[in-house]
């Protein structure tokens, strides 16, 4: 099975999470918003469900999906070492930004 970053790299599955992201939505809500054949979406949340990714739940003849946010984890610890790299480079902005002149204070 793929990992996280490897069913995350396709871009139209992370459309799909977006869409999921404000709650349960049907497929043909999705199909709709992403302007791809029915059946492309379905092999996309197929690879979703498969990663763990979303879940579905069938009511009479429709299948709603909704994003699973747990193995997201993965990324975000992934992502944990750069976030505090921006951080130590915004806040050396900062502090080199408070010692430039105001421009009010120039004239």
């Not at 396709?10 to 869409?19: G, H, S, T």
Request: charged share 35%; net charge negative; hydrophobic share 40%.
């Amino acid at each position: 099975m793929a990992n996280t970053f490897e069913v995350l790299a396709e871009p139209r599955r992370r459309e799909i999470l977006d869409l999921l992201r404000t709650g349960e939505r049907p497929v043909g809500y999705l199909v709709d918003c992403l302007t791809l054949a029915q059946p492309t979406v379905s092999k996309h949340l197929k690879i979703l469900r498969e990663a763990g990714l979303v879940e579905v739940r069938q009511e009479a003849q429709r299948r709603w999906y909704r994003l699973l946010p747990e193995p997201l984890v993965e990324i975000d610890a992934w992502l944990e070492p750069y976030r505090q790299l921006w951080n130590s480079r915004f806040d050396a902005l900062e502090r080199h930004l408070e010692t430039m002149p105001d421009e009010e204070e120039s004239r």
